[in-house]
């Protein structure tokens, strides 16, 4: 294991990139967790409004905990999750983590009964509202703003890709241009901002996927997530896959961490990095199979960008 670096980073924290546990506990003095919920809402990819069937590589079936179903009110839900976390860190604050689908398209009343219940819950300190950047309307921007005041607020963009080409791929049904007027007009809003990219989507090379990042630094953005293209069982690109062989590519861990620290050596320093990877049950995916949990992969890049004496922004340039 390599010796801690010396470098002084901008976070003040003493791990190679701005991580997303050191600045919550800059925030509230101590670990917050977020806590999924499903408020059984849909998506306009999904319902006909601006596609059917969806992003071709979303199964949404993957992202739930067992504690979280829309059978049950935000309210029970919250409880279970409590429940499922409390033996193992007791006495911990949470947010509620609005995930599956799409967490602002339905009628704005509705919205806000669904997010004050969370937010009425005794544990509940905060909300995190994951949605599409051509899913937000200018109330409820003023709203998230106005809540922002007493609460922690972030609201979460699928970008996917900066790529239009790979977007009509995906059938995402949105531009990048759409994901960026969106993140201005909720620059200085008061709640936080939070985007999502997939590495490794069909037809984008490392120099895509690298020029993605100067990009992505360029926004107003405070927290981004990263992860790399699985293949679920079932889902279109499954299909795309067998047809198209030859437009994907499966990351080895090491081709992965590799890419992935140059990839952060260009990202804003200010960013704060949420996630690295996302590991699904090996049950339900074609690929890839890496047998390592989440927290070993965070811990093997982390090794890696000590080894090689490197830190997120490192090559950032402002208006790149
Ligand atoms: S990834 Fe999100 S936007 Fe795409 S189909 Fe799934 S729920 Fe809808």
């Given amino acids: 294991m390599p010796e801690k670096s010396e470098t002084v980073y901008p976070w003040n924290r003493d791990r190679p990139f701005n991580d997303f546990p050191g600045f919550l506990t800059d925030i509230f003095g ?3 967790q977020k806590l999924s919920v499903d408020a059984g809402f849909t998506c306009p990819n999904r319902d006909g409004t601006k596609g059917t069937g969806g992003c071709t590589f979303c199964d949404n079936n993957t992202f739930n905990p067992p504690y979280c179903s829309p059978r049950l009110s935000i309210t029970e839900q919250l409880n279970r999750g409590v429940t499922f976390f409390e033996h193992k ?3 911990q604050d949470y947010f509620a983590y609005f995930q599956s689908y799409t967490n602002t398209y339905a009628d704005f009343n509705r919205l806000v009964s669904l997010y004050e219940e969370a937010l009425n819950h005794p544990r509940i300190i905060g909300l995190v509202v994951g949605t599409r950047p051509d899913c937000i309307t200018p109330e409820l921007i003023s709203y998230f703003h106005d809540l922002s005041k007493t609460y922690y607020v972030t609201v979460e963009f699928g970008i996917e890709s900066v790529y239009n080409r790979t977007l009509e791929r995906i059938n995402r049904g949105h531009t990048f241009e759409e994901s960026s007027q969106t993140i201005w007009q909720c620059k200085d809003k008061g709640f936080l901002v939070g985007a999502h990219l997939i590495f490794g989507l069909p037809g984008e090379s490392n120099d895509d996927i690298l020029s993605g990042a100067r990009l992505i630094s360029q926004l107003p953005i405070n927290l981004l997530k990263i992860h790399q293209l ?7 690109m499954e299909k795309d896959l067998r047809y198209h062989p030859d437009d994907f590519r499966f990351f080895s861990v090491d081709e992965y961490i590799d890419l992935l620290i140059r990839f952060l050596e ?3 320093p200010t960013v704060v990095m ?4 996302n590991v699904s049950p090996p049950d339900k995916i074609i690929g890839p199979r890496w ?4 927290f070993e992969l965070v811990a093997r890049i982390e090794r890696e960008m000590l080894r090689r004496n490197t830190w997120q922004g490192r090559l950032f340039e402002r208006n790149a």
């Fill in 274 to 277: 949420e996630r690295f990877v």
């Fill in 266 to 268: 260009i990202v804003n």
């Fill in 291 to 294: 047998g390592l949990k989440n």
């Fill in 89 to 91: 860190y007791p006495g």
């Fill in 30 to 32: 101590h670990r917050v």
């Fill in 230 to 236: 699985q293949i679920i069982k079932g889902t279109a």
